[in-house]
């Protein structure tokens, strides 16, 4: 199993960036996919859920409105856009499978929003 992340980067207080995670040694159009973040000093956390079909979507309550989650399975790629961001947003996000009970996760990529 591997997940490369890609798209994070530097943005300004209100911008916008756009995140994907390719997805590959499973089979991914059956499981669903997750987003998660992380901040130096503080413990992970799920930012957004979609299931395998890419219907039923989550998102933790802080990017409710703002971040949409996504995926295109025939390129097995799962897709986060995050818009208004803010400062509390800068975090190294990393994308997860579970499959079989076991959480698969990427190297993570850095998201910094500094004005």
């Known amino acids: 199993v591997q997940l490369v992340e890609s798209g994070g980067g530097l943005d300004q207080p209100g911008g916008s960036l756009r995140l994907s995670c390719v997805a590959s040694?499973?089979?991914?159009?059956?499981?669903?996919m997750s987003w998660y973040r992380q901040s130096p000093g503080k413990e992970r956390e799920l930012v957004a859920v979609?299931?395998?079909?890419?219907?039923?979507?989550n998102y933790a309550d802080s990017v409710k409105g703002r971040f949409t989650i996504s995926r295109d399975n025939g390129k097995n790629t799962v897709f986060l856009q995050m818009n208004s961001l803010t400062l509390e947003d800068t975090a190294v996000y990393f994308c997860n499978a579970r499959i079989e009970g076991i959480d698969y996760w990427g190297q993570g990529t850095q998201v910094t929003v500094s004005s």
């Open positions: 040694g499973f089979a991914f159009s059956s499981y669903r």
């Open positions: 979609i299931n395998y079909r890419g219907i039923n979507t």
